[in-house]
């Protein structure tokens, strides 16, 4: 089976076995908001995201009172995330951006995504998908991991990996893709003890990086 053929047959068996693959992200349908939580996650889960991002909201309630918000007190709030001090700076950088930039909109255009202070590819492509509709191959730990383990890539650059997918999956197809290969990255193909014998991929994975 070639690998593009195996990429389709990977999506359509995730798709059966997780029929609620969806992003993770709580936001309460207001689009910056998805944004910045997407720029919260990286390093973390969605799980610590969700569980911080109401407090900032509280708090916070508007890009205005983020944007202008005193650093300290952004930095307290989503501080049990890690890298704190970067990611305050970003989502305060990005609630400035949409004020001055959009008027408060979040943009389609990729292009114009990474303009957002703290936006790269994984964030633009979470937010393009979710907000928007349109396919995105959404590069986070885990379609990074499974990729690999599939035989689907031989890189651990995400953007390489984006592109090497692209080759793979249908554009209709990309999006699902990211959440179920997402949710069985969390659940079985796990980062240190997969559950192979488990695992309903299991006739079509080479296991590449496990002994």
Avoid at 66 to 82: F, T, Y
Wanted: hydrophobic share 40%; charged share 25%.
């Amino acid at each position: 089976m070639r690998a593009s053929e195996r990429a389709v047959e990977i999506v359509r068996i995730l798709s059966e076995e997780y029929p609620g693959a969806r992003c993770m992200l709580e936001y309460g349908k207001v689009p910056y908001r998805l944004l910045l939580s997407t720029i919260m996650s990286a390093q973390t889960t969605d799980e610590a995201v969700n569980r911080v991002s109401p407090a900032l909201w509280e708090a916070y309630p508007d890009l205005v009172s983020l944007a202008g918000a005193p650093r300290p007190e952004v930095e307290r709030i989503i501080h049990p995330l890690g890298f704190f001090r970067a990611k305050s700076a970003s989502i305060q950088g990005a609630a400035a951006w949409l004020l001055e930039n959009t008027g408060g909109r979040v943009p389609e255009s990729f292009d114009d995504l990474l303009r957002i202070p703290g936006v790269g590819r994984k964030t633009a492509n979470v937010v393009r998908a979710e907000l928007h509709g349109l396919p995105a191959l959404i590069v986070d730990t885990h379609v990074k991991r499974l990729s690999f383990r599939l035989g689907l890539t031989a890189s651990d650059d995400p953007a390489r990996i984006e592109t090497d997918l692209e080759k793979l999956v249908p554009p209709r197809s990309r999006t699902l893709f990211s959440h179920s290969v997402g949710f069985h990255g969390r659940r079985v193909c796990t980062a240190r003890k997969p559950s192979c014998a488990a695992c309903v991929l299991a006739s079509l994975c080479p296991r590449k990086g496990l002994a």
